[in-house]
């Protein structure tokens, strides 16, 4: 049992490996355990056994695997990422447990199967059981389907998708295994439990005893509707709510909606195969069927038939066949044939389905034409055929034809369209049979139930029977008022009989009819007070009050049609009731009037009407006034009182007085009583007679506007006009059409018939009278409101001039909203005047176009022409195409009949030839306007073939293609193209251009839609696979289109559609819908409908929330009359906001006002930063371009929504360039107050901004500059910092525009740029500028040049990038330029630079052709031969730019340059304090004394500016710190430190030493920056600096001491900042690398060690920040390298002494503890490390402090004494050397003194000898100066640029000098004797007294303290040293001797030497007080 301990001991997931069974068993064991346990469904837990569970289930072990089923059923059910293993896990499943003897086995893989498909992986579980179908093991089949089924009866049909079970059915029953066949059985009864009878046809061909076997069993399924058992994870509510249900007994109610979905959920045809017949058609069969003998069409109509009996065929193209059939059904004499033409389409047509539908407009006809026929069985057959084909289109499309036919004088085709018709309508709901439907058909109808033929007769009762019966009798009644009683009865008795195809689908209201006799509603309206509205609509408004909010329609959409639909009678002020359309009256005569105005009218008034005096008729006419305001309506006599008025002299009343109230009552008796149009015809001639009068005229208008309210509108002004323009007065004329005009803007515009106008108007505009004219074209404006573009059409033929005022007037109307109807709404009465809402809202619009005279062009279309379209040559093509188009230009307007011209358009679609195609889609444009919305019928011939052009190649074809789509979009609406699966096809085709243009377009069209086909769901699948398309524009349209269809199909749908994806896309898609979700839109509103003309609740919706708004224009109209203030206020607000009226229909709960308060840019956190990295991870397009994509304008809307506002971002993206003016202005104004808001979408509007660049239009582009200048000046002020991001998407637009040919933008763009350099670095702004001199606009590069001049002139040469020499080059090359401005500019900006740099100019240009350096060598000797007119200029331009910086930015915002001349604007207004005094002086040495001697003179000429100049002169501000800042001054360290970093750095890498010195300066001066670099890094930093130090090249150049000097103070900084494990570190291996290099320079590693004896020094302080264990291993290695033997043999003492000084130092701060951190080192016999260590720790313990410092210092002090011997004369000459030079001659001189003050008896003569007389006197001079210097003030301050900080680091540093040397011993075991011995020496020969050693305190005391690094300006320190001096002033004189020695060979010999301490008391009193006294 070895083994089994082995194993037992290892972790569950290896042992489920093991080779083992037992161990697996075992493992499977624990497993199973393991997993129950696991609480936490994502637990990383599960992971491990990703890979295993397939072993799980398939080990060849059976015990084992029975173990291992029921652990992988745990962790199936348990484990989040279970559905991982799917694939491999069932498919395991089906090959290797299903075909196990062991019962529980094939249970167990069958509960894992089932566990999958409950955990959402279905699919691949469905997929792997079908696979197991073909395997050749019976058990294995018997076992999946006996799964599939047990899926199938537990989830449903909704889950288990049954198609491809179905598929394999009939195989499954012709197997050889009883077994197989008997399962199968099971699973077809389970199937048929779920579909039914769809699972019949499938089944058909199985044989025949089995079929009776099933047809018995399915008998015995029992008829509830099944129900799904067990639920997804995602279904838990369902689920839940399952199990109430059960709790309460079995069947609630409750599930039933879901379950019905279920059941007619599945149609035998989609469980079918398609079959493809058009290739098996018989190869002669076109021939054939044109056959003269009718066998042989027989033979081929009988091949066809038995081809199209497959219940579903493939799609395909049928226009060849159906053309044929199409033929021999409406031309062949023999009747059989034509049945079975007829026979072959209807088999056509049910396999096609909707596919058919493209065919169906042409075959109806011929099919209704021919049931002329008599014979039972052709009618049938052509019944069969046409309700066949009705299923392929709906009802709207083949309206036409139906109602062609209609009128046909033969009785049986009227019989049998009727008869069809009434089938039709059984397929309908209420919403696919329109008002607009049903008024044609029913007007159809009425005819035939009048009709001679009873047979006739009874089709048509049937066919309105069953109209009622789907539309119900609101919608249909009004079309039945002149039906007589019996007819009417016959109807409703029809009706009751019809049963509908859609059962219940008309909702309730159905139902509830038939037992209401006065059913007035349909079921849209079934409110409660539905059904009694006709009764007590006027008594009750209460209930009333809902209906329109009921309404599926949303708000009214207009006041006539509001009332119509809501209010039944409400409103009727006692008329009789809501059938009543308008009262009619018989004319009365003269006589009955008089009779009934007597009874009303006081006796004196009736005798005074016709007085001759005026004045009696006056009192007449108020009486008359007085008794018409108090009759109640009921009693008023109004065509009475009408008559009585017009009495002689009526209207010839001479006295306006009179007449003026006379037209008062007649407005008066219009409101008041119930006025007829008899009425208002006894009136009306006399109004309009007046209406022209200048005292009377506002009365006649008043009045007829009264009368228009009581008799509707349309018909009064047909009345008003009619008469106005049969008489000659232009007066009346002209008012008569302003009263129009007016009226139409109060009473809306429903009802009015446009062709009754037009023609008066046409007479107006043609009328000599200018006032008529001017009246007609602002009646035109009016109607265009309402109209729209439609209107022009009437008055296309009208002369130019004409026509131009007439589009000028419409072009002042576009954009406006109609005003909202205030008048007409509540005498409107009844179900809807003459045709219901729906109608009147269409009317407006369509009928517009209805009117037009359409001309039938169907017999020009002649064979001839098409088969020239068909032509092989394609000249004759084109010219068959020509003849179309001027076919087309004549007609205009033509009716739907055009022929055979939509094939041979549909051909020539895919011509060979581009040209062809084009002007093909240019004919459908045309034929789209021509026809109008009658090209509806044509969508699926023609328009779709046009949406297959989008797929090609050419971009200007698949323009053309885009444009004709939308054109015909337009007339026709969306649903005809997204119903069917035609474009689902379309997109199914792998052609990117053709998926990118049509997602495109569905984007763009989608989002208007109210609701959608179904058919949309099928483009779906397509649209996915889009998303993962190869093409990325492709996926990008797929992105953008994706929300609006969720918007239509919803987030379910959609996600369940992605069940059929792969894993890995699934994932991808579910998150893109996710994200899609977020940006879903919402549906339009309602009112969509009317969008462009105004929306009957338009007025309330903008002060109401939408869900009051319906109910409240419901109430509006309740009311007896309209309330005014209401109305009016509307109307006002309307005009105050409608500018965007557009905007108020889509969105009518937002006020207008409050959606333009608020701030305009949204603050996002983190949004900017987003979107840097979606463009890092280029998860979106980057932003570059030549000219912007539409898909950059794109993505910029998308990122921009969430954080602009979105009524301003709707201006920013607006196509009419004076929006974006306004968006500009607004930006502007909220720039001050929204700083963060701007600053946080910064790159989004400077990416907007560069889009403005591109734009045509000059007022846009100054305006743009102007808010950049202001942009730029605010971000400056804050101090921000342009990301690199922004700057790269903003500065190349911006430079582009630098080349404008305009001076003034040009001029802007240079001051913009100048600006720029505030915030963002100077020499990244110099490589933008530089790609802009590659342009090829010449002004550009000129500009650009100058630009660069510019730059270099005031930042210096530093700004050149990459290096100087690059960027001269590159300028260099354009002085060679074609163009005359290139090269001057050219040649100015190096004339520049060279003035910045002098000579080295034309070493960094290199080689240029003798030519171009010619002309420079010119240009620069001219620049200096005017000495007097540089400065000048110099000295106009700089104090302007001084000027500018002192009054900052404050200064710039009012924009200084804007004023000056062009060439100061070229200047910088730029930089910080200091850059500026620095270049100041420069620009003024030439000049200094003139400018002070004679103020006078430039004070008259530039007063200001010199005022500012003398003072910066004389301020002493030589300060010379900005040397250790960035070199660009504008940089606050912690404005932006990420962008400020990636500054420093990229000039750490310049090619200028100064440069980069500077900038690694500036690195180390911040400690936590410092810290990060790595010893190897500073490794080769430290050594890139040390060989620079000792480069002899770099004391050559002109500043070479300085750079050296920079250096110098750099390695200190670096050696005091950085992280001191790691410099220590790489000290220490540098020092190996020098010591191992034979070509390393001695000098090299002994810089190297006084870098470290530097480190040595600060290691007391250090110390415990350092990482000893890693310092030691480095030394053992360095040990290991270099052992003792070998280091003795260097030549130089140092290194050894280096080592030992480090460890000594390292041992006596550590202690004992040093010996616990050698960890690190592995083998530590490898070195002698440990064995020193040992050594020193043990001479240290031995030593007392006193003693060991003694050591030290003569140890120390004999190092020195040896060195100087051996290289005294190096030292010597390195001194002598730097007093040579310019730079470093006091640090030499200083070093000189020091030299000789420690070797007294050094020998300098022989250096002195051989130099001037005068340099020997300088030197002893300069001796003398520092000698006098140090004894008076004790203390030197460096002659470098240190600044106070570093001296006082300088300071304490030579302090610690002596306390780190300490125990400098050799190593050899020496008594303190020895040392006291050799000290006494050297205090003699320092001419120091032998105290005894006792009197003074020991050494370390006093230096072993840390001086404080402020030491050199403390004053309680001096204090302290004072009182130390007194005690003391010995060892002090010794010190100072030690301090120095160490000194001399201190770092880089120009580190500032310390304070020499050993000045006298005195002094140091003296410089106490001194610095007391400044103090105070």
Same mark, same amino acid.
């Given at each position: ?17 093991? %080779? ?50 029921? !652990? ?230 009988? !091949? ?158 049937? !066919? ?181 008025? &017009? ?164 072009? $002042? ?253 699934? @994932? ?7 994200? &899609? ?64 009226? %557009? ?24 949004? $900017? ?35 602009? &506002? ?7 993206? *607006? ?181 910045? *740099? ?22 620069? %000797? ?81 007063? !200001? ?20 800042? &960035? ?55 430290? *050594? ?139 083998? $530590? ?18 030593q007392t402090g006193s003693k060991a410092d003694k050591d030290t210092e003569k140890g120390a002090s004999r190092i020195e004494e040896k060195a100087s011997k051996a290289k005294v004369n190096d030292i010597l000459a390195e001194i002598f050397k730097k007093i040579g030079s310019k730079e470093n001659t006091k640090e030499g001189l200083a070093e000189l003194y020091e030299y000789k003050? $420690? ?89 120091? @007294? ?87």
């Open positions: 049992m070895a083994d089994d301990s082995e194993w037992m001991k290892l972790p569950i997931d290896q042992k489920c490996e093991h %080779k083992l069974w037992k161990a697996r068993l075992n493992g499977y064991e624990e497993a199973f355990k393991l997993f129950q346990k696991i609480a936490d469904e994502k637990s990383p837990e599960w992971s491990k056994y990703l890979g295993l569970i397939k072993k799980f289930v398939t080990d060849s072990n059976a015990v084992a695997q029975l173990k291992g089923l029921e !652990a992988a059923l745990v962790y199936v059910e348990n484990a989040y990422v279970a559905g991982k293993t799917t694939g491999e896990v069932a498919s395991g499943v089906v090959n290797k447990v299903f075909n196990q003897p062991k019962a529980r086995a094939k249970e167990l893989g069958l509960d894992i199967c089932l566990m999958y498909i409950e955990i959402e992986k279905g699919e691949a579980v469905q997929e792997e059981l079908l696979k197991g179908l073909d395997n050749k093991n019976p058990k294995i089949i018997v076992a999946c389907i006996e799964t599939l089924r047990k899926a199938l009866s537990e989830f449903g049909s909704k889950i288990i998708s049954l198609k491809p079970i179905i598929k394999v059915l009939p195989k499954l029953f012709e197997s050889r295994e009883k077994a197989v066949r008997d399962e199968a059985k099971l699973l077809a009864v389970e199937i048929y439990r779920w579909i039914r009878d769809a699972l019949r046809p499938p089944l058909q061909n199985i044989n025949s005893v089995q079929l009776k076997e099933l047809e018995e069993e399915w008998v015995k399924v029992s008829s509830a509707a099944p129900k799904q058992t067990r639920f997804l994870r995602s279904q838990q509510e369902l689920k839940a709510k399952f199990e109430q249900q059960q709790a309460a007994g079995g069947d609630a109610d409750g599930g039933d909606d879901d379950e019905e979905e279920t059941v007619p959920q599945v149609d035998a045809y989609e469980l079918l195969e398609a079959v493809e017949i058009l290739s098996k058609l018989p190869k002669d069969f076109y021939e054939k069927i044109e056959a003269k003998k009718w066998q042989e069409r027989k033979e081929a109509l009988e !091949a066809v038939e038995l081809l199209v009996k497959n219940p579903k065929l493939e799609s395909g193209d049928y226009a060849d066949l159906v053309k044929v059939l199409k033929k021999v059904v409406g031309k062949d004499t023999n009747v059989m044939l034509v049945a079975l033409a007829a026979k072959c389409l209807a088999g056509l047509a049910a396999g096609l389905r909707k596919k058919f539908g493209q065919y169906a407009v042409h075959v109806v006809p011929t099919i209704l034409e021919k049931f002329k026929e008599k014979k039972p069985q052709v009618v049938q057959a052509l019944q069969e055929a046409i309700d066949a084909i009705f299923l392929t289109t709906t009802l709207q499309n083949i309206s036409e034809d139906v109602l062609a036919v209609m009128d046909n004088k033969n009785p049986t085709i009227k019989q049998q369209t009727s008869l069809f018709i009434a089938r039709s309508f059984r397929h309908c709901t209420p919403s696919t049979l329109p008002k607009s439907l049903l008024k044609p058909f029913c007007a159809a109808l009425l005819k035939h139930i009048n009709d001679s033929a009873p047979e006739v007769r009874d089709a048509g009762f049937e !066919a309105l029977g069953t109209a009622l019966k789907v539309a119900g009798e609101k919608a249909v009644n009004p079309f039945l008022a002149d039906v007589d009683k019996l007819k009417l009865d016959r109807i409703k008795e029809c009706a009751e009989k019809v049963e509908l195809v859609y059962g219940k689908k008309t909702g309730g209201a159905a139902e509830k009819k038939e037992g209401k006799p006065l059913a007035g509603k349909t079921p849209a309206l079934s409110g409660p007070g539905g059904d009694k509205e006709t009764k007590d609509g006027a008594t009750k408004p209460g209930p009333l009050k809902k209906a329109p909010a009921v309404k599926s329609g949303g708000p009214p959409k207009k006041g006539k049609p509001a009332a119509a639909a809501g209010m039944g009678g409400a409103g009727a002020k006692g008329k009789k009731g809501p059938e009543t359309k308008e009262i009619f009256e018989s004319e009365l005569s003269i006589e009955v009037c008089e009779e009934k105005a007597a009874a009303v009218l006081p006796a004196s008034c009736i005798q005074q009407l016709d007085s001759g005096n005026w004045k009696e008729r006056l009192a007449c006419m108020e009486e008359f006034q007085k008794a018409v305001e108090l009759m109640e309506r009921s009693e008023m006599p109004c065509q009475a009182l009408v008559r009585m008025l &017009a009495k002689k002299p009526g209207w010839k009343e001479t006295n306006f007085q009179v007449m003026q109230m006379k037209l008062h009552v007649v407005a008066l008796i219009a409101q008041k009583g119930n006025f007829s149009k008899t009425s208002a015809q006894v009136v009306l001639d006399g109004l309009v007679d007046k209406v022209g009068d200048v005292k009377c005229g506002s009365n006649a208008k008043e009045a007829m506007t009264a009368i228009a309210e009581a008799c509707q509108l349309p018909w009064t002004a047909e009345q008003v006009v009619a008469m106005a323009f049969s008489q000659k007065n232009p007066k009346n004329q002209s008012e008569t059409l302003n009263w129009l005009s007016n009226a139409i803007k109060e009473f809306g515009f429903s009802g009015l018939n446009i062709k009754a106008f037009i023609s008066n108007v046409k007479t107006a505009l043609a009328a000599t009278n200018p006032a008529v004219r001017t009246s007609a074209i602002t009646l035109l404006g009016v109607m265009y409101l309402y109209v729209g573009p439609p209107l022009r059409m009437f008055f296309e033929d009208e002369k130019p001039a004409l026509l131009s005022q007439i589009d000028a007037e419409f072009e $002042k109307m576009q954009g406006q909203t109609a005003p909202v109807p205030t008048r007409g709404i509540s005498r409107h009465v009844g179900g809807g005047g003459d045709d219901g809402e729906e109608e009147e809202q269409e009317e407006v619009g369509n009928d517009v176009v209805d009117l037009l005279p359409r001309t039938d062009i169907g017999d020009k279309i002649t064979a001839e022409l098409v088969s020239k379209i068909g032509d092989k040559n394609w000249k004759i093509r084109k010219e068959g195409l020509d003849e179309v188009t001027s076919i087309i230009n004549d007609a205009k307007f033509i009716q739907p009949n055009i022929g055979e011209l939509p094939a041979a358009l549909k051909s020539r679609l895919n011509d060979s030839n581009k040209i062809l195609v084009q002007q093909t889609l240019s004919i459908l444009q045309q034929l789209a306007t021509a026809m109008g919305p009658n090209i509806k019928q044509h969508v699926k011939n023609l328009g779709i073939p046009v949406i297959t052009v989008l797929g090609d190649s050419k971009n200007n074809v698949r323009a053309a293609a885009l444009a004709t789509v939308n054109a015909w979009a337009e007339q026709t609406g969306m649903k005809e193209w997204l119903e069917g699966e035609d474009l689902s096809e379309e997109l199914k085709k792998e052609n990117p251009f053709l998926r990118q243009e049509l997602l495109g377009w569905l984007a763009e069209k989608l989002p208007t839609l109210r609701s959608v086909p179904s058919d949309l769901l099928l483009c779906v699948p397509h649209l996915y696979s889009c998303l993962e398309d190869r093409n990325g524009d492709v996926r990008k349209k797929a992105q953008d289109a994706l929300p609006f269809f969720m918007m239509h199909l919803g987030f379910e749908k959609m996600a369940k559609a992605t069940g059929k994806l792969k894993p890995t896309s699934k @994932d991808q898609v579910l998150a893109m819908l996710e994200k &899609a979700k977020a940006n879903m839109p919402a549906k339009p509103a309602p009112p969509a409908k009317a969008s462009s003309r105004v929306v009957g609740g338009a007025a309330p919706a903008k002060f109401q929330p939408v869900s009051a708004l319906a109910e409240d224009s419901g109430s509006n109209t309740m009311e007896s009359k309209p309330d005014p203030k209401k109305g009016k206020a509307g109307g006002a607000s309307s005009k105050a906001k409608g500018v965007q009226g %557009k905007k108020v229909l889509s969105k009518p709960n937002l006020k207008e006002d409050d959606d333009k308060s608020g701030p305009i840019f949204i603050i996002v956190p983190n949004g $900017k930063e987003q979107r840097m990295k979606d463009e890092k991870g280029l998860k979106v397009l980057k932003w570059n371009f030549t000219t912007p994509r539409d898909e950059y304008i794109e993505q910029l809307k998308t990122q921009m929504s969430s954080c602009v &506002a979105k009524w301003l971002q709707d201006e920013m993206f *607006h196509a009419d360039f004076q929006h974006h003016n306004k968006a500009l202005a607004v930006m502007i104004e909220h720039l001050e107050s929204e700083k963060d808001g701007v600053i946080s979408c910064l790159d989004l509007i400077l990416k907007w901004l560069t889009l403005r660049f591109f734009d045509t239009n000059t007022s846009v582009l100054m305006k743009t500059l102007e808010y950049l200048k202001l942009l730029f000046n605010l971000l400056s002020q804050e101090e921000y910092h342009l990301t690199e991001n922004e700057a790269s998407s903003f500065i190349p637009y911006l430079i582009l525009k630098v080349g404008e040919p305009k001076d003034v933008i040009r001029k802007d763009v240079r001051a913009i740029l100048n600006r720029m350099c505030l915030i963002y670095p100077a020499s990244k702004m110099f490589t933008f500028i530089m790609e802009g001199t590659k342009s090829k606009n010449s002004k550009q590069r000129a500009e650009c040049l100058e630009e660069l001049g510019c730059l270099v002139e005031s930042y210096g040469m530093n700004v050149c990038q990459p290096t100087p020499g690059k960027a001269l080059k590159e300028m260099a090359t354009h002085i060679g330029d074609r163009d005359n401005t290139v090269r001057n500019a050219a040649l100015n900006t190096i004339v520049t630079v060279y003035n910045v *740099h002098g000579d080295q100019v034309f070493k960094l240009i290199g080689n240029l052709s003798e030519k171009d350096m010619s002309m420079l060598e010119e240009r620069i %000797k001219r620049s200096a031969k005017r000495p007097s007119a540089a400065p000048a200029r110099q000295a106009e331009e700089k104090p302007q730019r001084t000027q500018n910086i002192s009054a900052n930015a404050s200064m710039l915002r009012k924009g200084p340059t804007e004023d000056m001349s062009s060439k100061l604007n070229q200047n910088r207004n730029m930089g910080s304090h200091s850059e500026a005094m620095h270049t100041v002086p420069r620009e003024f040495q030439l000049d200094l004394d003139e400018i002070e001697n004679d103020n006078g003179t430039v004070r008259c000429e530039m007063p !200001a500016l010199v005022q500012h100049k003398l003072d910066d002169i004389f301020e002493p501000v030589l300060i010379p710190e900005p040397k250790i800042r &960035a070199v660009s001054p504008h940089f606050d360290m912690h404005s932006n430190t990420a962008s400020t970093i990636n500054f420093v750095i990229s000039q750490v890498a310049s090619g200028d030493i100064n440069t980069s010195v500077q900038a690694l300066a500036q690195l180390f001066q911040i400690e936590s920056l410092a810290r990060e670099a790595s010893t190897g890094v500073l490794k080769d930093l430290m *050594h890139g600096l040390i060989t620079l130090m000792l480069d002899s090249r770099v004391e050559d150049l002109e500043e070479g001491e300085q750079v050296i000097r920079s250096v110098n103070l750099l390695v200190v900084k670096v050696l005091e900042k950085s992280d001191q494990t790691n410099i220590l570190s790489a000290l220490l291996v540098l020092l190996q690398d020098s010591l191992l290099a034979t070509a390393s320079s001695p000098k090299f590693s002994e810089l190297v060690m006084k870098c470290l004896w530097r480190m040595v020094r600060l290691l007391p302080e250090t110390i415990n920040s350092i990482n000893l264990d890693r310092i030691l291993l480095d030394i053992h290695i360095f040990m290991k390298v270099f052992p003792k033997e070998k280091l003795k043999q260097c030549k130089s003492e140092f290194p050894i002494r280096t080592l030992k000084t480090l460890l000594h130092t390292l041992c006596k701060l550590k202690g004992p503890k040093i010996l616990d951190h050698l960890t690190m080192i592995d083998n $530590k016999n490898e070195s002698e490390l440990e064995a020193h260590l040992c050594r020193v720790m043990k001479h240290s313990m031995d003050k $420690k070797y007294s008896d050094a020998d300098i003569e022989p250096f002195l000898k051989n130099s001037s007389q005068f340099f020997q006197s300088y030197v002893e001079r300069g001796l003398r100066l520092i000698e006098t210097e140090r004894e008076g003030k004790g203390r030197i301050a460096a002659s470098t640029g240190i600044s106070p900080q570093m001296e006082g680091t300088c300071v304490p540093a030579s302090t610690h000098t002596v306390s780190s040397s300490i125990g400098n011993t050799n190593g050899e075991e020496v008594g303190p004797s020895v040392y006291l011995e050799r000290l006494k020496i050297l205090r003699q020969r320092c001419g120091l @007294d032998n105290a005894k050693q006792e009197d003074r305190p020991p050494l370390t005391s006093l230096l072993s303290k840390p001086a404080l690094p402020t030491v050199a300006s403390s004053t309680d320190m001096l204090h302290s040293k004072l009182s130390q001096l007194r005690e003391s002033r010995e060892q002090y004189q010794h010190l100072d001797l030690d301090s120095n020695q160490t000194h001399s060979s201190g770092i880089g010999t120009t580190l500032a030497s310390p304070s020499s301490a050993a000045a006298n008391i005195d002094d140091l009193k003296k410089r106490l007080e001194r610095i007391k006294s400044s103090r105070k």
